[in-house]
Structures are given as C-alpha cells and as structure tokens.
C-alpha cells in the first residue's frame, strides 16, 4: 500500500474560516477515520492529520481517489460541502506531506481548491495555439500580455472570458493558458474573501502586465510528487492542475499536442474545455492521447491534427474492451522524463496546487505584493 501522510498544521484547529474543517473532523462519522499525531520542530508546535490506514484502504486502495465520493455518499455536483469534504479527505490520503503554516491555511486550501473546480465546470473555450482572443474588456501588446483596460476589474473580467453563458460567445486559448485564467479566477475569488488587499495588488498586476507561462508557476504554484518519488497514477485532489504527457514522439511535435493541461474536478472527473458538458475520464483521456498518432498529418507545410480521425478512433477503442486495456497498459505507465520517448506512459508523476495566500502566511513570489502579506 502507498504510504499516507496527510497533512501537517501549525496552530490550532480554531479561529475564523476554519469552521468547516473543524465541524468535519468532529463529526463522529469522519472523526475516527482521521489520526493524529503531535509534535514539536524547530519552528515550534505542529500536528499531522492523516487518513487511518484501515480507512483509507476501504474508501482510497492503493491511493485512488476516484470513487470517494461514490463511496463517501457525497454529491459534490450539488453540494459545496460535499465538494470541500472529497478535496479534504484526498488530501489527508496523501502520499507525500503536505505543510501549511496554519489552519487557516489548510482551509483556505481547500476553499480555493473548491473555486477552481466550480469555475472549470463552467469554462468553455475554443482551442487554438496561434490566435488568442478576449473579450473587449482587454488589451494586448507583446511585451504586456493581455492587460485588464481601464475601468475593468479582475475578477469580473476573467468570468466574461472563460464562461460563454454570461459573454455569448467561444474565446479560443491554449489548454495551458486555459489552466491559468481558471486558477488566477479563484485565486481572486477567494482573495476577495480572505485577502482583499492581496487581491487589490493582484489587480493592479494585471493593469500593467500578465504573468504567465513559467513565471505563473514559479510565482503562484507548488508541485508535489516527483519523477523520483512518483504520486500514485490514480491519486488525485479536486482542484489539482496537471498534465498528461503525449508519449508518441512523432504526434508531439504537433503544436498544442506535446500534452495536455487539466484540472482534476473530483468524482474521476478532468476538465474538457472544448466540449461542454463532457468532461474526461482517465480511461478517456488516455485513450484520446494515445490515439493523437492516428491523427497526425504531415500533408501541408507543417504536421497538424486531424481531430476527425482521433474522434472516430477514440470511440471504436472505448466501444472494444479489450481494445481499451490495450491501451490502458501502455498510457497509465509513469511518462518518460522530458526529452525521452521510450516505454514511458501519459501519466505525470506531480500535481500542481496554488500557494498559501492569506495575510501573514502568504507566499506567493510576486514582490509587488509582499506589502499586502
């Protein structure tokens, strides 16, 4: 069995905005399921909390947290309680620990967790790595990025540009790119509860320059799990963002196909920014990818995609079930290390997660907004 760490917080299990966490774990029906164990460090006094084994063996075995709320009984579709009690849970199943400087913090954590899934269920975008397109709300030059216009605030911006039913209207994006509008709109939705001069100075960011691509991870994102020490391939939190890697070398030089950025939404669910209302499964997502060979083309001045082809080929493998194993055995390996096509799969062996962001705790690596901390 994989082994569970869980949790480790500093301070009590008290205070504002943890009023959730604490009524969960003193419900008699959750409370024997957790363990605790206390301690003391070098930077002072700390509890873990962690899933007992016999527990996490009945509702996670070996560090699959795809049925738990099937098994749990939770509806997290309808309930935003049920939501927050499936990221806990998965997170108290970690296999690597996972510090917060506070209770606070973990309940933020998984408060923002909860936002990113709620605004990804409503994301729809077309995909397109060569134009970008915004709402008029925004302007664009090289150098700045996409930069909120005067008179335009965050929050309100980005929901125009991610959920068509308040636009009308498609707005086409990368899927990386995609996974960055999504978290910094829960970033600024919870911040707005929690943090309201942190989200002022976040704003004030966007007026003059977009942070993205790598400088978004560094700045806003910690990764657990390593190709060294690997997350289990079917462990994942609500709310994690992570890529499934495209182990065909030749189909991988498609841009836009080297992989594939999404959210995990619980319930064995990941994000389909494309295709309202149909959002992956593990066993749907790694047959499309494996099937981006099928698709590739190299009849015009560069290779590209034939999505008609991988669509017909994805349902004749999911229609055969033998078929589908096929496959299965191949892209739920761990994938190769970058730059390496051998007998690797699709699976990664990290997830990424936002940083603490509360008054006090926060560590997020933008200077400009160390004054709000």
Known sequence: MNP?????????????????????LSDSRWAEAVEETRGIDAQGAYRDLRLARDAAGRWMPDGDTMEIARTLALDPEAHRADLEKEIFVALLRSPVRVDFPSAGELAAAVRVRRRIVQ???????????????????????????????????????????????????????????????VLLLALAQELAESHPAAL????????????????????????????QAPLPPRYYVPGDRLWFRNPDAASAEVEGYEGSWVFYLGSGRFTNFWKPGQPYTLVSKCVELYHWRDGLRRDGARPWMDESVVEARVAESLADPAATSRILDRMMRLRDPGGVYAEGGCIDASREALRCLLPGTWDLGLPSLAATA
């Open 200 to 227: 002022g100075a976040l704003q004030r960011q966007w007026r003059t320059r977009a942070i993205q691509s790598g400088a978004f991870h560094d700045v806003f994102l910690r990764e657990y799990g390593s190709l």
């Open 4 to 24: 569970i760490a869980g949790v480790r917080v500093r301070g009590p299990l008290a205070g504002a905005g943890v009023e959730g966490l604490s009524a969960w």
């Open 119 to 181: 605004a990804a269920r409503r994301t729809v975008l077309a995909f397109d790595t060569e134009q970008a397109e915004r709402p008029d709300c925004w302007s664009w030059t090289e150098e700045t990025g996409f930069v909120l216009k005067p008179g335009h605030e965050l929050i309100p911006s980005l929901e125009r540009t991610l959920w068509p039913d308040l636009s009308g209207r498609l707005f086409s994006f990368s899927c990386y790119r995609a996974t960055e509008y």
